[in-house]
């Protein structure tokens, strides 16, 4: 009878431990999406690195925020890794009210994301969203900003339309994030006066000399934009797979990580899939916390799958 008690026991723990890899086979293609930000292309490689090993294939579409949305409350796409708060509360809060979106986790918090001028500019009397207007004719009435239908473009664009801080007159230039940074690199070498979005993480913050402004905390949040990052996903998912949803609830980044990642990728010319592997390795105990109740989708042991697959 005790032989038979700890045989059972034995057997519910091997059970509970492949719970999580009986997923229907909808779960075995992950799709997400890359709106063109190097931080997120960062973290989409990362999730990839390690979905690989585990027996699921990344299927990663480049598509702008809005369409992004629109493919997970249509069941288009599976997840995001990108939606950061508060700069895309208006399109996020009311289709998770309206059940179209479901949080699952924080996996990035300590950064910002606000309006910035080069250190000259901000040395010369600019330092908060109030003293653009007083010196439009330096900035050209101009704000550079990244890719139409960027969440932050248009909260710039409301900015302008509600005449907040004077700026009713001033034009939105859009383009993409290293659209954006070329211009403001071509303003540095000219001493010229340029204000864009600014945040991080992201190599910007090293490789210019910039100053985020003051003030801006209506359209931005408060503390000059402080934000955290969130990995969303279509409704349901969380039930449909909750191998992957263990995973992802367990993914989380650190500036610091994505940093040292962006700057591979725009600096040294690297694939985002080439950091990603190069990041791991570098610190492999990222993947004790990562693969924690995770198996893989036959249900072996997931650190063991993914440290043989990279040679860790």
């Known amino acids: 009878m005790i032989k038979l008690l700890q045989t059972t026991a034995a057997l519910s723990l091997v059970l509970a431990g492949t719970a999580f890899a009986e997923e229907p086979a909808s779960c075995q293609t992950v799709r997400y999406s890359d709106p063109g930000w190097t931080d997120i292309s960062s973290t989409n490689a990362l999730l990839k690195t390690v979905l690989g090993p585990l027996g ?13 949305y ?15 708060m508060p700069t895309q509360t208006q399109i996020v809060d009311p289709m998770v009210e309206k059940g179209e979106l479901e949080v699952l986790k924080v996996n990035l918090s300590g950064n910002r994301f606000t309006l910035a ?83 991080e993480p992201h190599p910007m913050n090293t490789e210019y000399k910039l100053t985020y402004l003051k003030g801006g905390d209506k359209y931005f949040g408060p503390n000059m934009g402080s934000a955290k990052v969130r990995t969303v996903s279509r409704p349901g998912f969380a039930e449909e797979c909750p191998n992957l949803t263990a995973l992802l609830k367990n993914m989380t980044f650190s ?17 985002a899939d080439q950091a990603a592997k190069e990041a791991i390795e570098k610190n492999p105990g990222l993947l004790d916390g990562w693969l924690d109740g995770v198996t893989t989708r036959d249900g ?11 040679g860790l």
């Open 117 to 199: 001028v080069p250190d000259y500019v901000a040395e010369a009397g600019v330092t908060s969203f109030d003293d653009l207007a007083k010196n439009a004719d330096k900035f050209d009435h101009k704000i550079y900003g990244i890719e139409a239908g960027a969440s932050v473009n248009q909260n710039m664009l409301r900015m302008i339309k509600d005449d907040a801080f004077g700026l009713g007159d001033w034009q939105l230039v859009e383009s993409s994030e290293q659209g954006m940074l070329s211009q403001v690199q071509r303003a540095e070498r000219a001493d010229k006066w340029v204000v864009f979005p600014a945040w």
């Open 56 to 68: 699921y294939t990344a299927d990663i579409k480049t598509l702008s925020v809005p369409i992004t």
């Open 300 to 310: 072996k042991p997931a650190l063991a799958a993914v440290k043989g697959e990279l």
């Open 70 to 84: 629109r493919g997970l409350a249509n069941d288009e796409l599976d997840i995001f890794l990108g939606n950061w």
């Open 255 to 271: 500036v610091d990580l994505e940093n040292a990642m962006m700057a591979k990728i725009l600096n040294d010319g690297i694939s």
